[in-house]
Nanobody, 114 residues
Framework: VQLQASGGGLVQPGGSLRLSCVAS????????MGWYRQVPGKQRELVAD???????NYEDSAKGRFTISRDNAPNTVTLQMNTLQPEDAAVYYC?????????WGQGTQVTVSS
C-alpha cells in the first residue's frame, strides 16, 4: 500500500474528526499531498492539499473549519476537520502528487449524523 489513510468514522453535527495519510517511502519527491472526497453520484472534489513548500489550498466550504498540515513524520499529512456538517459526509481519499503522477489511498468513510 503506497498511501495509508486512517481516521474516518461517525460523528455528530458540530463534531470533529482527524484524518491522517502516510505515503510509503517508495514515493519519492512528493510535490503535494491532500484529500479529496466523493459522494455517490457526484465527482470527486478537492477538500484541501498542501505542497512541499507548505502552501495550503482549501475548498471554499472547508475554509475556517478544516486544517491540513504536514506532521513531523516523513510523508505524513493530517486533515483536522472541525464543525462537521451533514454535507461533509463522504468517502475521503488521500492523494499524493509526485513527478506528475497521482497516487491514491483507499477511501475512508466520514459520516456526520445525529
Amino acid at each position: 500500500v503506497q498511501l495509508q489513510a486512517s481516521g474516518g468514522g461517525l460523528v455528530q453535527p458540530g463534531g470533529s474528526l482527524r484524518l491522517s495519510c502516510v505515503a510509503s517511502r517508495s514515493i519519492f519527491n512528493i510535490n503535494a499531498m491532500g484529500w479529496y472526497r466523493q459522494v455517490p453520484g457526484k465527482q470527486r472534489e478537492l477538500v484541501a492539499d498542501i505542497t512541499s513548500d507548505g502552501t495550503t489550498n482549501y475548498e471554499d466550504s472547508a475554509k475556517g473549519r478544516f486544517t491540513i498540515s504536514r506532521d513531523n513524520a516523513p510523508n505524513t499529512v493530517t486533515l483536522q476537520m472541525n464543525t462537521l456538517q451533514p454535507e461533509d459526509a463522504a468517502v475521503y481519499y488521500c492523494y499524493a502528487l509526485s513527478n506528475g503522477r497521482i497516487y491514491w489511498g483507499q477511501g475512508t468513510q466520514v459520516t456526520v449524523s445525529s
